[in-house]
């Protein structure tokens, strides 16, 4: 009991106390602010106090047991450690079944969700196409083809500088920035090239079949 009771214990105990305390004075006076005079009696009060306290308790456990650590979210982010063609869901969904043959696309979604939010890998938009995830969440660059909506990272010197920049033309205080490149990749381009030339191949044997009494199969 002595133990118990020790300088550091009570320290602690007043702390809690104090925090509980003023959770509840915070809460009481929202409640009775927000309630009409006849509704305003302490039973009411303190029944609705109650009721609002669980429902924080509530959302705080489920929180926590959200970032508990799971194999399945582990999995997640050793796979997509060694990616850096930035897969998608589905594509995250299909390789780690493998390992966890009953593990679902939706909860694949929500670990996503919950390392992105936690800043432990980036998930990136593009227009058009499905949301992309990296491993890697440190600050670098991405390019996004707007054909393909392939993305491929960037290995470019540092831009760091834009942030002060736009720091002068901010009245907040800028902490980070995203930087994404849109364009057509290479295969998109020599696809499109591979497309003319076959097109205009095409039409000069049209134009010389017209010239000529037989008919021309091939050409070199």
């Known amino acids: 009991m002595g133990c118990f009771f020790s300088a550091a214990n009570k320290k602690a105990l007043t702390k809690s ?12 006076i929202i409640i009775v602010y927000d309630l009409p005079p006849e509704r305003k009696s302490f039973s009411s009060i303190l029944y609705r106090s109650f009721c609002v306290g669980q429902v924080h308790l509530r959302k705080e456990k489920k929180y926590m047991a959200n ?4 194999k399945q979210r582990e999995c997640i982010k050793a796979f997509l450690a ?9 594509t995250i969904y299909m390789n780690i079944r493998q390992e966890f ?3 679902s696309l939706g909860t694949v979604y929500r670990n996503l969700a919950l390392l992105s939010d936690l800043g432990e890998i980036m998930k990136i938009t593009t227009d058009g196409g499905a949301d992309r995830f990296d491993g890697n969440a ?6 996004i083809c707007t054909k393909c909506h392939r993305v491929m990272d960037l ?8 942030m002060e920049t736009a720091q002068q033309c901010c ?7 995203v930087t994404h490149f849109y364009g057509i990749c290479g295969d998109c381009i020599d696809k499109n090239s591979l ?15 017209n010239l000529c009494y037989f008919n021309i199969s091939n050409h070199y």
Do not use: W
């Open 67 to 70: 970032l508990k650590r799971s």
């Open 195 to 209: 497309k003319k030339f076959f097109k205009i191949k095409k039409n000069t044997i049209d134009e010389l079949q």
């Open 171 to 177: 009245t907040g205080k800028i902490q980070n920035y």
């Open 82 to 90: 060694t990616r850096t063609d930035h897969p998608t869901a589905d």
């Open 138 to 143: 440190t600050r670098h660059h991405h390019f």
């Open 101 to 103: 043959p009953n593990i």
């Open 17 to 28: 106390f104090s925090c509980a305390t003023l959770f509840i004075s915070v809460t009481v």
């Open 155 to 162: 290995d470019m010197p540092s831009i760091d500088g834009i």
